[in-house]
């Protein structure tokens, strides 16, 4: 009996410990509560990725929106064309987010005017008229801009 004893006195503190629940009510929001993570997201924005892959041809798209503002980085690494990497900023009217790219190609800086449509998880590229504004292409307004028959990158989870 004595032995029975002896085993209580010593687990009862443990499972004392084990059953008691902190207390929070001081402590500050840490990384991994809900509370911080999702303030850390409304800093960040939202980060999403779209890809464009044949057997000759990939594009690359990773951007962050905070609102209609967009900033980014964007590959295009076609068969046969100098690859372009380089980064997007823009902003979203409506359904279409109208972007400036500008990129490194063969040790050359470039800019260029990008548009694509949402659709649904797709953005689908635009192509404009090919006027130029400023030294860089221009694709003008959206009823100027063709879409279809070209790149259509497809959301995909972010590396």
């Known amino acids: 009996m004595k032995h029975l004893y002896f085993l209580w006195l010593i687990f009862l ?5 084990c059953n008691s ?15 911080a993570v999702n303030e850390a ?6 980060s999403s990725c779209y890809t ?5 041809d990939t594009v690359l798209l990773h951007m962050r929106r905070q609102g ?12 046969e064309k100098d690859r372009n990497t380089g980064t997007i900023t823009g902003k ?3 359904d ?9 190609s063969e040790g050359t800086e470039s800019v260029r005017d990008l548009t694509f449509m949402k659709k649904g998880d797709e953005l689908v590229e635009g192509y404009g008229t090919g006027d130029k ?16 028959g070209g790149i259509i990158l497809t959301k995909t989870d972010c590396p």
């Open 13 to 17: 503190p443990l499972l004392v410990a």
């Open 21 to 35: 629940k902190p207390d929070t009510s001081d402590t500050p929001a840490t990384p991994d509560t809900p509370v």
């Open 41 to 46: 997201r409304k800093n960040l924005g939202d």
């Open 52 to 56: 464009s892959t044949s057997p000759k």
């Open 68 to 79: 209609n503002n967009v900033t980014g980085s964007l590959i295009y690494s076609i068969f």
């Open 92 to 94: 979203f009217r409506g």
């Open 96 to 104: 279409t987010l109208f972007a400036t790219y500008t990129f490194m």
């Open 133 to 148: 504004q400023n030294g860089k292409s221009a694709s003008g307004t959206r009823s100027r801009v063709r879409y279809g």
